[in-house]
């Protein structure tokens, strides 16, 4: 009988490290493949949609293509060191990363690089910079961290809640000077959600929702063109050749792509049509080209990544790493939240508010801070299933 038990537990072991050998074991190959089909179908779209703008700006067809690559190769050597680094270190420097985001942002606004009345960037030679993309990732890193110290604390404490509040209102007041409305409605849905999710009583985040949309719309009635895009988003076609532009054309788009869309590089509304083609409003030259099978086949990619990220989480808090698991969830709020907005406003749901979609869109920090979130997602996931796998070995050597 011992020898049979000894056979038996022997056999588990070899094949156990058997497949624990295999790397796609160690890496959930789903959300990896839908990542790196978004960036291929991302940089097909740009190289597409960037075209005319490219020769207006710069009489180089290829001019936003070569920055997108170049963008891409530095975003490529990050994910690398990123994958290489322990969460652990992540948390531990997660203040020191929160300073970096206020003193990149205060030097945005000191610098003054403005464009189309925003001084959102940093200029270091050719490249732009822009602090509150990887803003978002470093504030949800010091949330997680928060949450993992003093998830007894906030059920008790309403000060406790309101500490990371503060941090956030603080970071929107950078952002709104830059101005970038946009990235404060992240913060705002992600900060929100992660205390719901982890333990912040109902009546607590009642109370600062109800002060933060007081607030929200106060900065909406103070800014005429804020009311405005509100005003048009619900009748575009009152003003189509005014306020009512950039929708019109949008949802134009959405109509020529009928089924299975004109074809790569058949886009009408690009050539100068469309305001924003290769950035914000890049899937509607998507859906222009690829039509709506091809539209569907993008969401679906991208409902892939959110849902599969917060399903790292879980599985990450199932074995009590707390802090990858609190990231993960954010991470995937972040991503859903952002997708919903810019889908939202491309179409018609939404007012009209600039929200890169991520890894389509382009814009090189925009596009560093979600490849690098999703990496730190496979970071999670590594070690999640790592723990798992040494945790079923010392079960099954006892």
């Known amino acids: 009988m011992r020898v049979l038990k000894a056979k038996t537990t022997n056999h588990l072991l070899k094949s156990h490290k058997k497949k624990s050998s295999h790397i796609d074991v160690l890496y959930d190959r789903l959300f990896f493949w839908s990542v790196l ?16 703008i490219g020769i207006r700006l710069m009489n180089d067809p290829y001019y936003f293509i070569k ?58 030679g050719s490249l732009c910079i822009q602090p509150a993309e ?29 500490k990371p509040i503060i941090i956030m209102i603080l970071l929107a007041i950078l952002l709104l000077a830059q101005p970038d409305f946009g990235s404060i409605i992240i913060l705002f849905i992600t900060t929100l959600s992660i205390l719901f999710l982890f333990g912040a009583k109902l009546w607590q985040l009642t109370l600062i929702f109800v002060s933060n949309i007081f607030l929200i719309a106060l900065l909406i009635v103070i800014k005429p063109y804020r009311i405005q895009r509100i005003l048009t988003f619900w009748d575009p076609w009152k003003d189509p050749f005014g306020n009512g ?61 959110v849902f599969r990220a917060m399903t790292i989480g879980y599985s990450a808090l199932n074995i009590n790493h707390r802090f990858s698991g609190i990231l993960a969830c954010s991470i995937s709020i972040w991503f859903g939240s952002q997708i919903f907005i810019n889908i939202g406003t491309v179409s018609g749901i939404l007012p009209t508010k600039g929200l890169t979609l991520p890894f389509i869109s382009y814009g090189g920090s925009s596009f560093l801070a979600t490849v690098i979130a999703s990496m730190l997602l496979l970071r999670i996931d590594f070690e999640t299933r790592l723990s798992k796998d040494q945790a079923f070995l010392k079960s099954t050597k006892k």
């Open 37 to 52: 089909g978004l960036i291929c179908i991302g940089f097909i779209i740009i190289s597409s949609g960037s075209i005319p």
């Open 67 to 124: 920055r997108v690559i170049i963008y891409y190769s530095i975003t490529f050597l990050l994910s690398v060191v990123t994958l290489r680094i322990p969460i652990r270190i992540w948390q531990n420097y997660n203040f020191i990363m929160l300073l970096y985001s206020c003193t990149t942002l205060i030097i945005a606004l000191i610098l003054n690089n403005s464009t189309n009345g925003a001084s959102r960037w940093i200029m270091l």
């Open 134 to 162: 990887l803003s978002k990732l470093f504030f949800i890193c010091y949330l997680s961290n928060y949450l993992t110290r003093k998830s007894k604390e906030i059920r008790a404490h309403f000060w406790d809640i309101s």
């Open 245 to 305: 532009y950039q929708l019109t054309q949008s949802l134009m788009a959405f109509g020529r792509g009928k089924c299975f869309g004109e074809g790569l590089g058949n886009s009408i509304l690009k050539l100068e049509y469309l305001p924003e083609a290769h950035t914000d409003f890049i899937f509607s030259i998507l859906a222009e080209e690829l039509g709506y099978f091809g539209a569907i086949l993008v969401l679906f990619m991208l409902f892939i990544i």
